[in-house]
């Protein structure tokens, strides 16, 4: 499939997943220019129709799910035999890759995971979407924290195709809900159970049910109970364990009624009130014994005298005593319900013997599937022969460096049961994968930077660039290792490229956030005999290099070049339209006399969420924070204590320039300054402390004599 490209549209780049019904690959849109995620059906299903219908109505089904937490599908298409969706192409990576690396994950962000996968069910389980395989193979975790879950709609397809897998339930085993395991009709709860082991894998690191089969861990979701995660974990609150326990509940009624409910129940548990809550206590679990003992009534003979003395009287006319009468009458009676006995086991082992034939003529065998990765693909065939199965055809074949051309890599139904005949589809290694190196040599490196990077990227290879004295002009490359040709693996192979610095050059210094002195003196050190300043005034220290001209940090240049002219930027302070104010904040700790961490973090016009200041207190204690605004914007200060959020307040360009002129009308100011509409009290630079809303309080105003504790000087 790599280097296809499908419908003329979607150029398929490299796999990067599959599963047991697809695999999936990142392809690049070239109508739109984006990358995307093509998922492609697996071969052995292309050929049924029902299954195709299925497949497709449930992926629109998906498709119409519009959510922030939910991989958003785009297009679903067909090309000869491959049927394939194109979704949203996630950058990062899988819950379980996280788990696998990290072992068990911190409280709060196992928490905070955990709610945005139940903010995604609640929403598809409203549009009747169920997802039905949640794991975290299935949880992507993109690269600024946000959590997508992926996979809608095939599960369900998959799980309402007339295709026949035996010996096994579609979905992951280790995941599945008690109902799933029946292979009873599953809901939204059992979506919720799934959730829960993903929540208890991401606490304690581990799955709570393993086995030695999949069947064997299928058991064990029905009839054992799940150690509790507090004692693998004891970091764990009694509030969170509370949570993870009511949605492996076997019963599912006695789970959360619905996702909304558990992620409400999931954004409160951290609380400091809640963490330390009773243990729930849940109602025994009744055990199902389908093979208890069952007892049969007695069979009694139909026809016996009313009156036993007649009989006795009766027997003794006919010869002999009474007693020998009553002898002869108790030997006679078991006699009948002994032939009735026998006559009706006779009739059920007939029935079992009559059933158990039909069902052998009519049930075909199954055989153990083996594992052939690591044969040759001839021996593979053998080995499945030996069981009657065989391979699907045309064989997959994928680049692999662990194994040689013409070796298995991958098979499905790998310690699974299959039934005589089956195919078992196969993925043959194609030998390592290689790329021809172009040639960059002589030409300017400035354009053939852009195209050898593209190709790395595109190949995966590394690559560097040296720079080195010659005769050439600056800026050609004038070697490069492997050579223009040449194939080469990216697994094992460097791109060098050698680029000419022409005659006696040197790196250009890295004057950026120097200040002037600083810079200068760099230069002069370098061998430059002149330069250029230019002053500006930015957001940048004043004082402070933020630009440099023409050359960059470490590129070649030739000091001693009598045409050079090199110019700094340098900041000349804040534009004219900048607005200094300070921010006043009383904060308390948690408890009077009780050390608490408080850190305060600063959004204004230096920049987003940097940390102001840390400091632990005893006391309520009074900050002020300067800040920086521009026009139009507002400034936002974020109190955390003991690492919690805890309250913020923001600061507008208007109320700082109000702030700057007190005697004026609110409105007039506005209209000059050019401000923002906002609010909130500031208190203007050099000017006197105004009082200001507490963090979590009413604060006091401030005395004229009462000390102000401020970034980079104590109290008075």
């Known amino acids: 499939m790599i280097g296809r490209e499908l419908d003329g549209r979607y150029e398929i780049i490299e796999r990067i997943g599959g599963g047991g019904m697809a695999l999936v690959y990142r392809a690049r849109d070239t109508l739109l220019g984006r990358s995307v995620a093509v998922k492609v059906l697996r071969q052995q299903f292309v050929h049924d129709e029902d299954f195709i219908r299925r497949f497709r109505r449930e992926a629109r089904a998906a498709a119409s799910l519009s959510h922030p937490n939910i991989v958003s599908i785009y297009d679903v298409g067909q090309e000869g035999d491959v049927h394939y969706i194109v979704m949203e192409f996630v950058e990062g990576t899988t819950l379980a890759e996280k788990i696998k690396e990290g072992g068990p994950l911190p409280i709060e962000e196992a928490v905070h995971i955990a709610a945005q996968i139940c903010d995604a069910l609640d929403h598809a389980h409203q549009n009747q979407i169920i997802h039905r395989d949640i794991k975290p193979h299935n949880i992507l975790i993109g690269k600024n924290g946000r959590v997508k879950v992926t996979d809608f709609g095939i599960a369900r397809a998959a799980a309402s195709s007339d295709i026949t897998q035996t010996g096994a339930v579609l979905g992951s085993v280790h995941y599945f809900s008690p109902e799933h395991a029946k292979g009873v009709s599953q809901g939204a709860k059992s979506d919720l159970y799934s959730l829960g082991i993903v929540l208890y894998q991401m606490l304690t690191g581990r799955l709570p049910f393993l086995g030695e089969s999949p069947i064997s861990v299928a058991l064990k979701h029905l009839r054992e109970k799940v150690e509790e995660p507090r004692k693998i974990n004891p970091l764990i609150p009694q509030s969170l364990e509370n949570i993870v326990l009511k949605a492996l509940r076997k019963n599912p009624e006695e789970r959360y009624p619905s ?168 993925v043959v290694s194609s030998g390592p994968e290689t790329f021809l190196m172009p040639d960059f040599v002589g030409r300017a490196w400035s354009e053939a930077e852009p195209e050898l990077t593209d190709f790395a990227r595109e190949s995966s290879v590394r690559w560097t660039v040296e720079y080195v004295a010659g005769s050439e002009a600056a800026g050609t490359v004038i070697g490069q290792r492997p050579a223009a040709g040449e194939r080469f693996n990216p697994r094992d192979t460097e791109i060098v490229i050698t680029v000419s610095s022409g005659p006696a050059t040197i790196p250009m210094p890295n004057l950026i956030g120097e200040k002037l002195a600083v810079a200068e003196a760099m230069l002069e050190s370098a061998g430059f005999a002149k330069w250029k300043i230019e002053r500006e005034k930015t957001y940048a220290p004043k004082d402070t290099v933020f630009k440099q001209w023409p050359f960059q940090p470490d590129e070649p240049v030739d000091p001693k070049d009598p045409e050079l002219e090199i110019i700094l930027h340098v900041s000349d302070g804040l534009p004219d ?87 004026r009308d609110i409105d007039e100011t506005f209209s000059d300054a050019g401000g923002a509409a906002g609010s909130g009290p500031a208190v203007p630079s050099g000017g006197q402390e105004q009082p200001d809303q507490t963090v979590g309080q009413e604060a006091e105003p401030l005395a004229p004599d009462q000390p102000v504790q401020t970034e980079g000087q104590p109290a008075d």
């Open 259 to 426: 996702a909304r409910q558990m992620m409400i129940d999931l954004n409160s548990c951290l609380l400091p009130e809640r963490r330390n809550e009773p243990k729930t206590v849940f109602p025994a679990e009744e055990e199902e014994d389908d093979e208890r003992t069952i007892v049969m009534p007695a069979i009694r003979a139909k026809s016996f005298p009313e009156n036993p003395h007649e009989s006795d009287e009766w027997e003794a006319a006919a010869g002999g005593t009474a007693r020998e009468a009553s002898l002869r009458r108790s030997r006679r009676g078991w006699i009948k319900p002994t032939v009735l006995v026998c006559t009706v086991l006779l009739f059920l082992a007939g029935m079992w013997y009559a059933v158990s034939w039909l069902k052998s003529m009519l049930e075909v065998p199954e055989y153990e599937v083996p594992t052939v990765i690591g044969m040759t693909l001839e021996e593979a065939v053998e080995e499945l022969k030996k069981v009657y199965m065989t391979p699907v055809l045309p064989v997959e074949q994928r680049p692999s460096d662990e194994y040689p051309a013409g070796v298995v890599i991958d098979q499905e139904k790998i310690g699974m049961k299959a039934k005589k005949g089956a195919s078992i589809a196969l």
């Open 577 to 663: 339209d900048a607005v200094e104010t300070f921010r006043s904040v009383a904060v308390s700790p948690v408890e009077p006399g009780v050390k608490t961490t408080v850190r305060i973090l600063v959004t204004d016009a230096f920049g987003a969420n940097r940390e102001w200041k840390t400091q632990e207190i005893t006391e309520t204690t009074h900050f002020t924070i300067p800040l920086v605004l521009t026009p139009n914007t507002s400034a936002v200060v974020t109190v955390h204590r003991n690492n919690l959020f805890y309250d913020s307040f923001t600061t507008t360009y208007r109320d700082a320039v109000n702030d700057m002129n007190p005697d």
